[in-house]
């Protein structure tokens, strides 16, 4: 299990290996304390372990964009792709 603090006041989020209809898969879940409940949500992302690799390179790819166009004074660099990254 993977745990990413967290910071800035944004949720903690979990990523563990899983089983899901079958298929060792990523379990991705944000964790919610609340003063009725805590724990994680029943929302998450399963992700095929097969596909973990590329989910974290697109994953990179889209946080160097925006961090790029956060940072960056040229107006070409600022712009990013409205269309999502998707993993087959």
């Given at each position: 299990?993977?745990?990413?603090?967290?910071?800035?006041?944004?949720?903690?989020?979990?990523?563990?290996?899983?089983r899901?209809?079958?298929?060792?898969?990523?379990?991705?879940?944000?964790?919610?304390?609340?003063?009725?409940?805590?724990?994680?949500?029943?929302k998450g992302v399963?992700?095929?372990?097969?596909?973990?690799?590329?989910?974290?390179?697109?994953?990179l790819?889209?946080?160097?964009?925006?961090?790029?166009?956060?940072?960056?004074?040229?107006?070409?660099?600022?712009?990013i792709?409205?269309?999502?990254?998707?993993?087959?």
């Amino acid at each position: 299990m993977v745990v990413l603090d967290p910071s800035d006041g944004l949720e903690e989020v979990v990523i563990q290996k899983s089983r899901f209809r079958g298929l060792d898969t990523l379990d991705t879940r944000t964790g919610v304390e609340t003063p009725n409940c805590g724990g994680f949500t029943r929302k998450g992302v399963n992700t095929p372990v097969e596909k973990g690799e590329e989910l974290a390179q697109k994953i990179l790819k889209v946080v160097k964009e925006l961090w790029h166009a956060q940072h960056s004074t040229s107006p070409s660099c600022s712009q990013i792709s409205q269309a999502p990254h998707r993993v087959r």
